[in-house]
Structure formats: structure tokens, C-alpha cells
């Protein structure tokens, strides 16, 4: 009954073993450019052991989840639930509605695809985003991934509206919304539309070890979900830091100008390489060359390890560089 | 269709902002009592800052299974699990049993009923193992918390094999074991058994927020389980400080020794205090008596909090000290 495709494992960025499996002359550190994450972390707080020795707190729990509602915009923080990652939450939405069409706005992040076969939906991938509205359920990666693609807030609203007649939810992942057109996110819109947004506090505060997410919903099924996630859905680290990053406006501001200026610069190097942008967020480029699969080779062997698409073998997709020094060894080994 | 109840955090220890409003004036620091954790936590290794900024690695997370799969004595790693903790696990396991009748031996841990109730099952508390064999979801906690009950392995494997029969499923939550009588678990027998285990790290390795637990299940199931949670389960430091701990072979007979030790000691300081001991396991004890009320409040006003039960007034449960300067505390505060 469920696709068994939806039970193996997919390829990911991230994967330095795999990575140091296929290069495995290639000069170390790995450069790993291969993930979407904030080459400069938000500088973690002092982590003290007793925070792995108890039980997170409900008022810790409280107070995060009131600072991630002001840095996400949501209504309130009745409509946040913080989650260990999103994917979980993406499993439990999925189980919420029950099963029939899936429809996925790609081609984008496969982990939606599989989690809703999983969950027993027969899944289509649409290019437009007008068939999204007849789907019981429909998930938007906004902006997306890998293309950068940015979907309109309005248009959105009007799947949602049309879920809402249906009975249906839209999925809004919000992942690199953080660094982006902010303007665009449905956070406001949970309480009245039938949409959920999942954000991510690992992508944009360089910190995707932590597993920190939230899903913003509507009250009646963010309490479903906390229901779901019992009392300590985090860790006692996940908590203490994320309390301190959501509410350090400061950082916030600089790191999205600091992201924006080093998107700028890696746009004009890939440029400058002969690739052709295919688009962007400020964590990512995603290039189109017939020599993909050569330049991937090419990187391997000098240690940078970059994403490439099994189904888009002309793709691949550049994560951010961080110290100067990664920078001039990319910009090296491109020209090579 | 969701009873209200299930959606409403309940009662659990550990919540000392509780202990604070409940008695203002108490001396600081509280000694927290009132959860079964060992107090005396495994020694944390160094923890890097990119344990928090990179994804979890794939071959990490796969050598950690392994450790567990020892540790536990599971049939395989592909037996064994890892989890952001038991709780998602319960979510998860009750949503793939289709809504039913759900029978959980008790008393026991409340999440249990909440999680079965919010999956759809109809809950039946039953105070003796046989009814279990006609449910569609059957719950063990073993050893049992509060009361420290232990239920044989053969007896359970009969459980497992009506479940089977009948295409059912026995969740056996064995969240103290570690130090308890290991001969009991169930963990061999997942592979032919229906049957799910259910094991937490955080107790007996004194890391309740570290956030890591394992289910341990036939391969077919432990695949859906994976799949439902996604590439990236747990935390970095989870990964990092599980795999330690649970290779530890030194660290872990010491500390069952030591816990043995600790809970002789407790019994007694217990006992002479007038109080009769109800159950224990090697991280709690549960205690009667008519004036649990007002001990509660005595130990509390002399900041020490303990666990007590709103459907049982005469029970109280305590956890371990672990300073020499808190087992004084404790016992002057029961003699005053």
C-alpha cells in the first residue's frame, strides 16, 4: 500500500562520507557547498550540561515559542508549535488530511513527495500552481529549492482559499524565507486560511545539527500538533539557543544584509565561470551547464563537494562559501 | 472525534517553575525530585559547535544504531530506531494501527492514553496482562512507572503472539530497564514477535534533554518508523553523546551498580520515615501514605519537590538525590 520508494532513504546535500567515498584522493577539509545552510552560525550561547540533563521546561518551551511568533509574524503564539525539524512535522501534517491527491509545486525539495506517498497520497508534480487548488493536499516550497522560484503571497492565498471550500490544507515551507521576501510569507494568514508554514531555525542561523523547526497553523491544529509532539518536543540546547537567536534582532538584521551581499558575490564568481543561473535564494545558486557532471568531478577532486540533481543532470546548486579563504579556493577551482 | 482530553498537556514531573509558584518562599535551589532521571548524568564529551551547524551524517547516525542495537540487544541495527525522544515514537506507532481498541496496563505513564486517545483508539486502562491479548493496541510500561511492576518476558511473548494472531500490535515501553532486570526485555524478540520496544536514553544516562530515544521493531516496521521520521531524526549532540554513552561499557555497569546502591539507600531513608513503600525500580520510589498531602507540602515549603498523583492522594513518588548535601536535605526534611 505504501510506495516503497517512499521507505528508502533519498540523496540529500550534506553527505561528506558519501562524498569523500567518490573523491577519495581529494585534499582535506572537504569544502562542503553541497547544503543550503549559513556558512556563519549565530554564535551559540554557553550550552551548560544541565540543559541536556532535564527535561526542557514548559515555561522555556513558552517563551520560545512567544519569540519565534514576533521573528516568523504569526498571528500568535497559539499558532506556533515548535518541532525537532520539519520533517516531522511535514509526517504528521500529511497523516492530518486524509488520503487522496497530493499536489506538489516542483520540481522542488523530495522529501514532500515522499513523506505524502508515505502517508498514503497519491502524489503529482505540477509546474503552475493553479492545479495546487483541486489537490486535497497541496505543498509550495517558497521561496523554493532548488530554483529559488518565489510564489506570490496572493496567489497562495487564493489555493488556500480554494482548500478551504475543499476541506483541503496547503503546505507552505518557508524554509529560506528567512534571508528572503519576507513580505511574501503567509505566517500573518495561518489563523483564517487553510495553510500551514513551516519555518526553519537551521538554515538561516547556520545551526541544522540543533533540529529546530515550527509549524505555524491555525489554533485548533497548532494544539493538534503540540498534542502530537507531547511536552518536550525539543532538546534542552535547541531551547536555550533558539530562545537567544530569535530574539537577537541585531544579528538577524546584519546576517540577512551580510547573506544578501554574499549571494551578490557568489553569483558574479559562478557567473564568471561561464554557468548560467538557473536561480537563487541568499543561501544557494542553482547553475545550468552541459558540462555539469565534469565541473562536479572537477570540484570533487579538489575537495569542494557541491549538490547535483539525478534528475537534472545539467544542475547543480552551489551553497554558500564562509571564510575568505573557501571563497578563493572555489573561485580556484572553478577556473581550473 | 478527538476526545478534548487528549489534546491538553497533562501533568508530568520536572516542572519546577510549577514547584515555584506553588511555593514561593521555598530556600533555592529546588532539589528536583519529582522526575525518575539519575542525577549523576553521563560525563558529557566535548561538544564542537559544528556538531550544532552540520546536518547529522548518515554513516554517524548508522554507527549509533549499531551501538544501540548492543546496547539494547536488539536481533540488528536494522531492528533499532533513534528518535527525538519516546513521544514521537508513541505518536507514530499509535497512528499506524488502524482506530481501535487500545488497552494500556495500569496505572501507569499518562502519555500513553493520550497519545492512544489522540491516534482514535477507544482506551481501556486494565489492571491485570490478560485483557491485553484482545486489544488492537496493547501498552506495557516494564518496569512500570510509578509503581515499579514488573511483568515477565514469557508472559508478554504470549501477549505478542495473541497480537499477532489478531493482527495487533504491543507497544512494551521499557524507559527503566537499563538498570532494571534486563533478562525481561523484549528486545530480542522484535524481530517475530508482535511487538514494538520502547527504550529512553535520557533516564538512565541522566540526559532527559538531550532529546534521544529508540524504538526497537521488526525491520519491516522500524523501516516505516524511519521513514516517517526523515534523514535527520536527532540532534547532532544527540549523535555525538549517544554514541559515547552507549559504547561505554565501564560507565554503564558502574552506574548500574550505583543506582542499585542509591536505591537501597533511598528505601530506607523512606522507610524510616514511616512511609510504605508501594513499588520502586533502581531510579524512583513510590510511597502511601494518608498524609502524602501534607508531606508534599512540608518537603516542598523546604524546597524539595517529589512527583504526587491527582487520581492517587496517598502516593507519592520520589526520584533519587544525588549530592551527599541533597540525600541530607531530604532526610532532615522527612524527619522535621
Redesign the interface.
Known amino acids: 500500500m505504501?510506495p516503497p520508494h517512499?521507505?528508502a532513504?533519498?540523496v540529500?546535500g550534506?553527505?561528506?562520507?558519501?562524498a569523500r567515498k567518490l573523491f577519495p584522493g581529494a585534499p582535506e577539509p572537504f569544502l562542503?557547498l553541497s547544503?543550503a545552510?549559513n556558512p556563519h552560525?549565530y554564535p551559540?550561547p554557553e550550552?551548560w550540561?544541565?540543559?541536556?540533563?532535564?527535561?526542557?521546561?514548559?515555561?522555556s518551551l513558552n517563551l520560545l515559542t512567544g519569540y519565534a511568533a514576533t521573528a516568523y509574524a504569526a498571528p500568535s503564539e497559539a499558532n506556533v508549535v515548535p518541532a525537532?525539524?520539519s520533517?516531522?512535522l511535514?509526517?504528521?501534517l500529511a497523516?492530518l488530511v486524509s488520503p487522496g491527491h497530493a499536489a506538489i509545486l516542483g520540481p522542488t525539495y523530495a522529501?514532500h513527495a515522499?513523506?505524502a506517498a508515505?502517508a498514503g497520497h497519491e502524489v503529482t508534480t505540477v509546474k503552475e500552481l493553479a492545479p495546487l487548488g483541486d489537490a486535497d493536499l497541496a505543498i509550495v516550497v517558497n521561496p523554493n529549492n532548488p530554483d529559488g522560484r518565489i510564489c506570490g503571497k496572493h496567489e497562495l492565498l487564493r489555493i488556500a482559499e480554494q482548500q478551504r471550500a475543499r476541506g483541503g490544507l496547503l503546505i507552505v515551507d518557508e524554509a529560506f524565507m528567512d534571508a528572503g521576501p519576507r513580505g511574501e510569507s503567509l505566517g500573518l494568514h495561518v489563523e483564517d486560511a487553510h495553510v500551514v508554514v513551516l519555518r526553519s531555525f537551521?538554515k538561516f542561523f547556520?545551526?541544522?545539527?540543533?533540529?529546530l523547526s515550527f509549524a505555524l497553523a491555525a489554533t485548533e491544529l497548532a494544539?493538534?500538533l503540540?498534542?502530537?509532539?507531547?511536552?518536550?518536543?525539543?532538546?534542552?540546547?535547541?531551547l536555550t539557543?533558539g530562545k537567544a537567536a530569535l530574539w537577537d534582532w541585531d544579528w538577524i538584521d546584519e546576517t540577512r544584509m551580510s547573506l544578501g551581499h554574499a549571494a551578490v558575490r557568489l553569483k558574479k564568481l559562478l557567473a564568471d565561470a561561464g554557468l548560467e543561473i538557473v536561480g537563487y535564494t541568499e543561501l544557494f545558486h542553482l547553475v545550468r551547464s552541459p558540462d555539469a557532471q565534469q565541473i562536479f568531478e572537477r570540484l570533487g577532486r579538489a575537495g569542494i563537494f557541491v549538490r547535483r540533481f539525478e534528475q537534472e543532470p545539467e544542475w547543480l546548486r552551489f551553497g554558500l562559501p564562509g571564510a575568505e579563504a573557501q571563497w578563493l579556493r572555489l573561485e580556484t577551482a572553478l577556473r581550473a
Chains 1, 2 share one sequence.
Open positions: 505504501i517512499s521507505l532513504p533519498l540529500h550534506g553527505d561528506l562520507d558519501a562542503d547544503t545552510v552560525p551559540i550550552v550540561p544541565e540543559q541536556f540533563a532535564h527535561l526542557p521546561d514548559a515555561e525537532p525539524g520533517q516531522i511535514m509526517t504528521l497523516g522529501e515522499r513523506v508515505l537551521g547556520g545551526l541544522a545539527g540543533l533540529r494544539a493538534r503540540r498534542a502530537s509532539l507531547g511536552p518536550w518536543p525539543i532538546s534542552g540546547p535547541a539557543i
